[in-house]
C-alpha cells in the first residue's frame, strides 16, 4: 500500500511561528498563561499544560506578574487592552496575516467606512478582528448575506485568513452590487488556498484519505469537507490511535494531509500507523 503524504501538510508559518513563541516562553518557567488554546490542537495544547502553560479564557483569571501569551488567532482588541493594564509580560503570537487584518479593520473605521467581514462569526480570529473596529461592523458568510445588510456609502472589506478567493470573491461581487465605494482587503493567507488545492488534487489520485488535525480547527474541516466532496472514503482524525485498520481494507493508495494547526510528530505517528497496518496485512 502506497502512502502519499501531501508537500504541505501541517503547521502554516503563523502556527510555527506561534507554538516557538509559546514554548520559549515555557522553557523560561515562571507562571505562564494563554488566552484561549495556542492553536487549534488539544495535543500541542496539551503538551504546554504539562509545561506548566495553563489555557484561560478572561485576563482576570491570571494572576498579577505573570506571562501570557496571545494565542495564533489573536484576541479581542478589549482583551489586550486588559493585559496591559494588569502589567502581564505579553507574549504576541497573533499570526501576522491575523495581525494584519486587524489594523486593516481599525484603519477603515477610522477613515469612515462600514466593515464588513468575509468569515465565521463565532470563530475566535473574526471576534478578534471585529473587535479593532470603532464604527459600524458586520460579519457575512456569503453573497446572500450581503444582500440583507443596510445601505451603506462605504465599504470596506477584509476576510478572515482561513477563507477561500472563491468565497471573498462572491462577496466582494455582492457588495459591488449594491453600490457605493467599496474598498477589498484580500488578507487570505496564501497558505490556505495551497492547501486546499493539494488537497484536491490528491483526493483524485488515492482511494482513501486521511486528514490529520484538531476537530474544533477550522482548516482541517475544510480540508476534510472538500476531500469527501472527491473521495467519500475519507477520515478526519487527531491521533494515530483513532485509526480503524478496516479503513485500508482493498486501499492501494492512502492520501494524508493535515490542518495548518497539526505539528509535525503527530502527522509521523499517523503515516508510521498506516505503515504498520500494511505491514501486519502482508504478513
Known sequence: M?????????????????????????DKGGDTYTLGPIIHSPQVVQRLEEMGVKSVEDVAEIKNGSTVIIRSHGVAAEELEAAVRADL???DATCPFVKKAQEHVATLSREGYDV???????????????????????????????????RMAKMGVVAQTTQSFEHLNEVVAACLARGGETRVYNTICDATAVRQEETKKLAGEVDCMIVIGGFNSANTRRLAQICRELLPRTHHIETAGQIDPAWFDGVQRVGVTAGASTPKWLIDEVTERISAIDRDKIG
Not at 3 to 23: E, P, Q, S
Request: glycine content about 10%; overall charge neutral.
Open 2 to 26: 502506497e502512502v502519499i503524504l501531501a508537500k504541505h501538510a501541517g503547521f502554516c508559518f503563523g502556527v510555527k511561528r506561534a507554538t516557538h513563541l509559546a514554548f520559549d516562553a515555557a
Open 89 to 91: 509580560a505579553i507574549v
Open 116 to 150: 464588513v467581514v468575509v468569515g465565521d462569526a463565532v470563530h475566535p480570529e473574526v471576534q478578534g478582528i471585529v473587535s479593532y473596529a470603532t464604527g459600524r461592523v458586520y460579519v457575512v458568510s456569503s453573497g446572500k448575506d450581503v444582500e440583507r445588510l443596510p
